[in-house]
């Protein structure tokens, strides 16, 4: 038998193909565009995920005979996206993304309305799908009046397998309708944004069966036995099954365009006050905390884009060992801050330049801000009881290992370094298909994968980058008195 991850991004979609082990046979990718019609606004057409998803499916039928021997199906997708459907399943306008900013008044609205946070357990962010159909009610009324259902993007996959509305507890956790320590959507919540319980999905656990795949589908596919769809999960929660990051301990440290520190919880402790999220995990009776910053990687990037020349060049001249951190402060909020600011207009900064800054001083103050404000994640996390001794490492900003040394020091924890290609979303749904179909423990399913190497801080540097976050963080009253 064979299983099929498929991982729902921003930019493209991704196919994974693994044997009844877990071991991956094959992947295929296809990309497509974000539609930015107005400052702040996001949005993307569902039929774009279709084209990709046939496209990816055709390349691994006609290339993978174990294709023919699928049986089951998980989708991981990217989390708060509004797809809206009307009463004939057609849509209604294009997806609201999850980076989409023009429902800030709706949001602070809903944050501010009694339980909501209460029942949540989060605070209220743009990116969230409530205040989306917030702004569609108040702004495009004649859409809102059609709408019967409204589909995560994950979902949506789902329900173009399937023929059935199905989201699982993970990715629901992200809409604010939902009762995170429940699991269920909340009457409450579901009226304080004026929807009704008829308008969302039924509600399955990621590794539960969400239906079969569609016959018409399994024939066009060139399978002939049933297949399982599960659940699925939202990219963060099914990146922790790819790398087995599932009970109280694990978590880990992800280096992409945005900054994610994620902690698997084994109870329900929310503390929205920090601007941490919390949700369900993509399994039953676990949750998962998680801070993120939208500037990671994507600092070191527009770095190296006002200077010409590459972000890998930029790191490799700092050579091999860490050094204390420099004189020059960078703040990462180039797109607004989540956690622990949870302000959208937030904005960057250098400070402490002057006639002889280099542009080596210019990275090691960018690499310092990221790992500064990867930080304020980590000391939020450790404020709810989070116990995190060390952390798995994963995402672009891996490859560099000047990088990985300095967050190392600054978390005080030990990084490792996953071996192999394949540990994160695609797999994470792959194994929560698996899951769905044999019937297996999900922990003995998604387990971690082989350490390559382990990054330890560097303890003589350590006191310095202490002192240096502290600096950093005496910044948070001037960032305040500026907005």
Same mark, same amino acid.
């Given at each position: 038998?064979?299983?099929?991850g498929?991982?729902l991004g921003?930019?493209g ?6 044997d ?16 930015n ?6 949005e993307?057409?569902p039929?774009d995920?279709?084209?990709?998803l046939?496209?990816?499916i055709g390349e691994?039928?006609?290339s ?11 989708v ?10 009307d ?7 294009p997806?609201i993304?999850? %980076?989409?900013?023009?429902s ?9 309305t009694?339980?909501?946070r209460?029942?949540?357990?989060n605070?209220?962010f ?6 989306k ?5 108040? %702004?495009?009324p ?15 996959l %789902?329900?173009y397998?399937t023929?059935d ?7 629901s ?6 009762d ?7 009457d409450?919540?579901?009226?304080a944004?004026?929807m009704r ?8 656990e990621g590794?539960e ?9 399994a &024939? ?11 659940g699925g999960?939202?990219?963060n ?9 599932m ?10 365009t ?5 902690a ?11 601007a ?5 995990h993509?399994v039953?009776?676990?949750w998962?905390?998680?801070g993120?910053m939208?500037s990671?990687?994507?600092?070191l %990037?527009?770095?190296?884009r006002?200077?010409g020349t590459k ?6 001249a ?12 960078f ?6 801050e989540?956690?622990?600011h949870n302000?959208a207009?937030i904005r960057?900064?250098?400070t402490?330049?002057s ?11 960018v ?9 304020d ?25 000047y990088w990985?040394?300095m ?12 071996a192999?290609?394949e540990?994160g &979303?695609?797999?994470?749904a792959?194994?929560?298909g698996?899951?769905?179909v044999?019937?297996?423990?999900p ?9 390559s ?10 006191a ?12 948070y ?5 500026v907005?």
């Amino acid at each position: 038998m064979s299983y099929l991850g498929i991982d729902l991004g921003t930019s493209g979609l991704r196919t994974l193909l693994v044997d009844d082990t877990g071991q991956p046979i094959a992947s295929t990718e296809r990309h497509y565009d974000v539609d930015n019609p107005h400052p702040g606004w996001s949005e993307q057409g569902p039929a774009d995920w279709i084209v990709a998803l046939d496209g990816a499916i055709g390349e691994l039928r006609d290339s993978q005979p174990a294709f023919k021997e699928l049986r089951g199906i998980g989708v991981a997708g990217h989390m708060h996206g509004a797809t809206l459907l009307d009463d004939r399943n057609a849509v209604l306008r294009p997806c609201i993304l999850w %980076n989409d900013t023009r429902s800030h008044a709706e949001a602070a609205t809903l944050d501010a309305t009694q339980k909501v946070r209460d029942l949540s357990g989060n605070i209220v962010f743009p990116g969230f799908t409530a205040p989306k159909l917030e702004w569609v009610r108040k %702004n495009e009324p004649e859409t809102y009046a059609k709408v019967a259902k409204v589909l995560l993007p994950a979902a949506y996959l %789902n329900y173009y397998l399937t023929g059935d509305h199905v989201a699982d507890m993970s990715d629901s956790a992200g809409t604010s309708w939902l009762d995170v320590g429940a699991r269920d959507w909340s009457d409450l919540l579901l009226d304080a944004g004026h929807m009704r319980r008829d308008q969302m999905p039924k509600l399955v656990e990621g590794s539960e069966a969400a239906g079969q795949l569609r016959s018409d589908l399994a &024939a066009r596919w060139g399978l002939t036995e049933p297949v399982t769809v599960a659940g699925g999960a939202g990219d963060n929660a099914a990146a922790a099954c790819g790398i087995g990051a599932m009970a109280e301990g694990q978590g880990f440290v992800s280096l992409g365009t945005s900054g994610v520190l994620l902690a698997a919880r084994d109870g329900y402790r929310p503390a929205p006050e920090t601007a941490l999220h919390t949700f369900c995990h993509a399994v039953p009776g676990r949750w998962y905390q998680m801070g993120v910053m939208l500037s990671a990687t994507d600092s070191l %990037n527009w770095l190296a884009r006002i200077t010409g020349t590459k972000p890998a060049e930029l790191t490799a001249a700092l050579g091999d060992d860490l050094q204390a951190p420099g004189k020059v402060r960078f703040l990462p909020y180039l797109s607004g801050e989540r956690t622990p600011h949870n302000d959208a207009d937030i904005r960057g900064s250098f400070t402490g330049l002057s006639a002889s800054t280099t542009r080596d001083d210019m990275t090691r103050a960018v690499l310092e801000g990221v790992a500064f404000g990867l930080r304020d994640s980590f000391e939020a996390l450790k404020g709810t009881g989070a116990q995190l001794d060390a952390l798995t490492a994963i995402g672009g900003g891996t490859g560099s290992r000047y990088w990985l040394q300095m967050i190392a020091t600054v978390l005080g924890v030990p990084l490792h370094l996953p071996a192999g290609s394949e540990f994160g &979303a695609a797999l994470g749904a792959a194994r929560l298909g698996m899951a769905a179909v044999t019937g297996r423990d999900p922990d003995a399913i998604m387990t971690a994968p082989a350490t390559s190497e382990i990054i330890a801080p560097v303890a003589e540097k350590a006191a310095a980058f202490d002192a240096a976050y502290a600096a950093f963080r005496a910044t948070y009253p001037a960032i305040a008195a500026v907005q």
